[in-house]
Every structure is written in C-alpha cells, then in structure tokens.
C-alpha cells in the first residue's frame, strides 16, 4: 500500500469491491475521467476480510479484472489498485513527533499498532502519512496483512496489470473530498459504511462499520449508523459538521434530508457529473467515488 506515493501517479485505476470490478483512466487533464469500465461479480467471489481469504473465486475475479481494464487501459499497464475498506485496517495516530529516518518512524508507528489490530503487525504491510497536528503529529496508517495484499496483488498482475500504488477505497475517494472546513464524508458498500471527518485537508476520524443493509441503505439507517461520530467529533473538537458528501448511496432522495436534519450541514454527491465527463456511459456516479478520488485528486 503508498499512502505516500512521490512517482508519477498513474492515469489508471481500478477497483475491485465487493460485488464489482470498477476500472476507469483519466484524461490527460487530470481533472475529469476519459473512460469507465465495470464488471460485476457474483455473490461470494470477493469476501472482505482483514484476515481471512478474500478472492474466494479467484478466476472470476480475475476474468472481471482483465474485462474491465481491457476497455480502458489502451498501453498502459501500471495503475491504482483500490481494495475494499474490510481488508484494510485505517488506524489515527497521534506522536509528539517521529524519528527523521523512515525506518526509525515506521518501526514506532509499527509499535504502537500491536494493541489496535486482530493480526501480527509483524506480517502487515504498513503504509502511513504524517500531518502536523495541534498536538504534534499525526500519523494516518493503513494495515493489511501480507496475506490478503499480497492475494489481490498478485489478481491484478496475473490480469495483465502492475499495482503500483495501494489503498482502501475510502481513502481513496477521500482524494476527491474537499476539506478546508469540518466535513464528513460518508462511504456505503454492499457490506461497509465507513466514516471520515476532516477539516483543514487533515484527517480527524475514521471509522468503518458493517452494513447488512448494502447499498440500499435507507437515508434514516444511514443517519442513525453516522450519528455516534457526529456527536463524538462535535464533543471533541467543539465544532459543528458544515458540509457533508456521501458516495456509494443510491437513493440520495431519502440520505439528504436524513443527514440534512441531523446536523445541518448542506449534503452533496462526493462524484459529480462533471468529473465523469463522457467517459462515466451507464455506470452511476455513486459508484465511482474510489476510483474518481485516486485519479482526480
């Protein structure tokens, strides 16, 4: 996983979610994307999972990725894998401050994830990024045990395909996200609702829940599954949530008003129809918040 990736960021992403392939490339611009491309996936092909196998039918997962890519790729091969968050531990840190050497640092972010994983951070790979914070640092770290990185890895190379860069869904549509004011982000999938709160571009909670309802979540479940961390960021920081983006939501009909009513805060798509330009076709725009936030960010 590179939460800190300084190469050249590649034009093509790809995500592999729980009951879909998602792939898409950017144009030349950077600022909107030039061709999208999904495959769906049965039930049971992909089950997230922080430890256990993930590609549970492997070939088909593989199949989904080479159908998807191969409309979208054209040369290129090298892109940004996007993992699904129940795969992907993403842990907030705070330092009075890290070591100057990388090794040093990661060795201490590594020591104080022992007491907050289910897994031996000893067989993780750990990526992290440090921000400045009022109290020091603060350290934004993403988890995966060799295993399970490794397994979706090696699904993209066998597809034809180099997974240069890394990262949990959420985190990748939070490239998309603007911050410069308290802002809640909100990400549904057919078996997660993960959380952010960010303000000034830097991240200030994160949490990832079970959703047995997927992505037909009703406004009102999502509200009541969200409201804990509202109340929990407005207690800590004393401040209010001002603007809201959901992905991920069908029914954004019924999710406005419900959010709307608990905070009061203006509620938007996090992808908009301007970032898909022509090359969105029939995919809808809730859907693509991962990949969107990889490559326009």
């Known amino acids: 996983m590179n939460l800190n990736n300084h190469s050249a960021k590649p034009s093509l992403a790809c995500e ?30 992909v089950v997230p999972d922080l430890t256990e196998n993930n590609l549970r039918e492997r070939r088909s997962v593989v199949s989904a990725l080479r159908e998807a890519l191969g409309s979208v790729g054209g040369r290129s091969h090298d892109l940004i894998a996007i993992l699904p968050d129940a795969a992907v531990r993403v ?44 109290a020091g640092m603060r350290v934004v770290a993403a988890v ?46 057919v078996r997660t609702t993960s959380i952010a709160i960010l303000d000034k571009q830097q991240l200030l909670l994160f949490r990832t829940l079970e959703n047995a309802r997927g992505v037909a979540i009703s406004g009102e479940q999502l509200a009541e599954d969200v409201y804990p961390s509202v109340v929990f960021f407005q207690d800590t920081y004393s401040t209010n949530i001002q603007q809201i983006f959901v992905a991920g939501v069908s029914d954004m009909a019924s999710a406005s008003p419900a959010l709307h009513s608990q905070t009061g805060a203006e509620v938007r798509e996090l992808v908009t129809a301007s970032q898909l330009g022509l090359g969105g076709g029939s995919i809808p725009k809730w859907r693509m918040a991962g990949v969107v936030g990889a490559l326009l960010s």
Not at 20 to 45: F, K, M, Y
Not at 149 to 175: C, R
């Open 16 to 45: 592999i979610a729980p009951d879909r392939v998602i792939a898409a490339r950017a144009a030349d611009s950077g600022q909107v994307l030039e061709l999208c491309s999904t495959s769906e996936l049965a039930p049971g092909c």
């Open 91 to 134: 842990v907030l840190l705070d330092f009075e401050t890290l070591p100057v050497k990388p090794q040093e640092a990661e060795s201490v972010v590594r020591f104080r994830l022992r007491k907050s994983l289910p897994f031996d951070v000893d067989k993780a790979k750990v990526s992290y990024q440090a921000q400045t914070s009022a």
């Open 144 to 189: 995966a045990l060799n295993s399970v990185l490794e397994d979706y890895e090696a699904a993209f190379v066998e597809a034809g395909f180099v997974p240069g860069v890394v990262l949990p869904s959420m985190l990748a549509a939070l490239g998309g996200a603007p911050a410069e004011q308290p802002t809640l982000v909100v990400k549904v999938d």
